[in-house]
Every structure is written in structure tokens, then in C-alpha cells.
Nanobody
Framework: QVQLVESGGDSVQTGGSLRLSCAASLSLASRYCMAWFRQAPGKERAAVAR????????YYADSVKGRFTISQDNAKNTLYLQMNSLKPEDTAMYYC?????????????????????WGQGTQVTVSS
């Protein structure tokens, strides 16, 4: 149903910042659970941040708490991931993901297998 297009990935030095964007073809209202995942070579795809209740509720992986912020602009149908104080271990392919659901069920969806709509991915590389 919804289509996602990501942008914003780049190569930066340790301590730098990036903002990833995910443009959606449909409204990002409460009918969708949204998330950012990342996957480094040889590692499983893991959730970085999740958002639902049209932005009223958020989740962050322990590894990014205090550094990353997930948000959405409903007027522009766009999801964002602001990444600050980047570390080499943040290097990965980052993906925007969505699954249609009632908002009260969104907290159940924590793994990549729970999401059925994905962006193409955008590469983030942090040099040491």
C-alpha cells in the first residue's frame, strides 16, 4: 500500500550528524506503525527507532538513546531520523519500514519480520 523512498545517507567523521528522510506515498496517520532499522555486514537487521500514534509514542534502541531522534512530518508524509554524535559502530545500511496496524498494536512490532513495507536503504558510514 504505502511506498517508501529514503535519502540522506552519507559518509561522516566520528561525532558528526546526519538526518535521514523517508518519503511516503500515503499519509503517515495512525493506521501505520513506522520504524527505522539498520544492518551492517554480517549482522542481523535491527530496529533503531519506532514511532506511532502519529508521533506521540517513540522507541529507541539502547545503543542510540540520547543520540538519535525519530520524528514525522504528517503534512509532508515524511519520516525522519536525526542522528547526532555518530560513532563508527553506527555504520550500516539504514532502512525505513512500515506495517499497517491499529496504533495500540504497534509496540508489538519490534523485529524486521514484523514489517512488510521497506524503503530501498541508504548507506551511513562513520569513519574513526
Amino acid at each position: 500500500q504505502v511506498q517508501l523512498v529514503e535519502s540522506g545517507g552519507d559518509s561522516v567523521q566520528t561525532g558528526g550528524s546526519l538526518r535521514l528522510s523517508c518519503a511516503a506515498s500515503l499519509s503517515l496517520a495512525s493506521r501505520y506503525c513506522m520504524a527505522w532499522f539498520r544492518q551492517a555486514p554480517g549482522k542481523e537487521r535491527a530496529a533503531v527507532a519506532r514511532i506511532y500514534y502519529t508521533g506521540g509514542s517513540t522507541y529507541y534502541a539502547d545503543s542510540v538513546k540520547g543520540r538519535f531522534t525519530i520524528s514525522q512530518d504528517n503534512a509532508k508524509n515524511t519520516l525522519y531520523l536525526q542522528m547526532n554524535s555518530l560513532k563508527p559502530e553506527d555504520t550500516a545500511m539504514y532502512y525505513c519500514a512500515a506495517v499497517k496496524s491499529f496504533p495500540w498494536a504497534c509496540d508489538r512490532y519490534r523485529d524486521a519480520a514484523d514489517y512488510n513495507t521497506w524503503g530501498q536503504g541508504t548507506q551511513v558510514t562513520v569513519s574513526s
